[in-house]
């Protein structure tokens, strides 16, 4: 085997996420859903929208719902503060921003590192999670961000815009 190939190889087995917090918790996402993360900033409320969605902010000339990722993954929520961030993501083909306590940093983990979840981790429903990553002395949950919301929801966050 060349050396490329091994390289290569190495490569594709490592996850390139963005890591956050909720409550005392640290998550990941994918780094390839991330857009941009940006400072809280004011926010738009809209009527009748889900009890989640915190409202929607305008991006470069693009509407986009903001929401409380405490909120829908069943957490208490929290008063904003200077280190409150909102991760900009794509999510099938929708942009959505997630209200998070803090963004942490942007990690490179082997697969290796990674294990399916227990049933419930941190109250959070494993079907959010795609795995969790065991790193020195903490864990890292990481979110599918494809199934937080059902087919429904992600229907009528489109029509929020």
Do not use: W
């Not at 999670?129 to 059902?150: Q, W, Y």
């Amino acid at each position: 085997m060349s050396e490329g190939r091994i390289l290569k190889q190495e490569y594709d087995e490592l996850l390139q996420l963005v890591s956050f917090n909720l409550e005392k918790e640290e998550y990941g996402v994918d780094i390839l859903k991330v857009r941009e993360i940006n400072k809280m900033m004011q926010l738009t409320k809209v009527p009748n929208s889900p009890y989640y969605v915190e409202g929607v902010i305008n991006l470069r000339g693009k509407i986009i719902p903001v929401i409380d990722l405490r909120t829908k993954l069943g957490m208490n929520k929290k008063e904003y503060d200077k280190n409150t961030r909102i991760i900009v993501v794509e999510v099938e083909d929708k942009t959505l921003g997630f209200i998070v306590d803090q963004v942490s940093e942007v990690l490179r983990i082997p697969k290796s590192v990674t294990e399916a979840p227990p049933e419930l981790v941190s109250g959070v429903d494993s079907e959010y999670i795609t795995s969790v990553g065991k790193l020195d002395d903490r864990l890292l949950i990481l979110l599918d961000l494809n199934k937080v919301f059902t087919n429904e929801q992600k229907e009528m966050l489109t029509n929020i815009n």
